[in-house]
Every structure is written in C-alpha cells, then in structure tokens.
C-alpha cells in the first residue's frame, strides 16, 4: 500500500482568499512542509495570490489552469520566484500534482489552489486515490 501526502483542495483566486487560506494553513498543519500546486488564471491577481501563498511554501509546482483564460501561465512561476526559491512549472495538472506528491513525501502536504478550474481538474483523480 502506497501512503500518499495529505492533499488541500481550495479555490483562492483572490488575495484575500489566499491570506486566508494560508492563515488556515498555519492553523492546521503548523508543523509541516508546505508544496503548493498554483495555477492562476490571467485576469486574477497573480502577484497578490502568489505573494500570499509562496512565502509559507517549501517548494512551488506552477501549472496551466485548464481555461482559456489561463494566458501567459508561466508568469506565475516568475511571482513565485519571488518569494519560494523552488519552483517548478509543469503544464500538465496531473503531472504537476504527481510532483507536488513526490516534493512533499509522507509528511508533507501537498496544497492544490489559485483557480476553481485547477481544483476541479484534479478532484476527480483524488476521489480515486482514496
């Protein structure tokens, strides 16, 4: 039997949403290693979300979100740059939670966030997984 990373599903496409979700973060699992899966659509504030979210993170998969306002995806990466020194871009949702799953090992937890489309993209494979 494969143990898998504990894995969080939140939508926050917004800074506030994701001050709050990293205050929640903070609550619940204090002591563990952050990897945050983010895709962040074009028209939301990347900066702001990523500026919440990355500093708190050990490592960052940045991917598409599967919408057609995903534009330019890859700047993502470049704002979490600033605040998490690794971060990894992997264009494909499920491929970028595999990585997420490996970076956090057991212990870790694996946080999947920034577009409701990422979240409902990957849902489907955890239901599974269970």
Not at 7 to 23: G, I, S, T
Not at 56 to 75: E, I, K
Request: hydrophobic share 50%.
């Amino acid at each position: 039997m494969t143990v898998l990373p504990a894995v969080v599903l939140d939508a926050a496409h917004n800074p506030a949403a994701a001050a709050a979700l990293r205050d929640t973060l903070a609550t619940y699992f204090p002591d563990r290693e952050l990897i945050l899966v983010l895709g962040i659509l074009a028209d939301k504030d990347r900066a702001g979300v990523t500026a919440a979210l990355a500093p708190g993170a050990r490592a960052v998969v940045v991917t598409r979100p599967p919408a057609d306002r995903a534009g330019d995806w890859g700047q993502v990466a470049v704002e979490a740059r600033r605040h998490c020194s690794e971060v990894y871009t992997e264009p494909y949702n499920q491929a970028a939670l595999e990585r997420a799953r490996q970076l956090a090992g057991v212990d870790g937890v694996v946080v999947v966030t920034g577009s409701i489309y990422l979240v409902g993209a990957l849902r489907p494979s955890l239901r599974r997984d269970r």
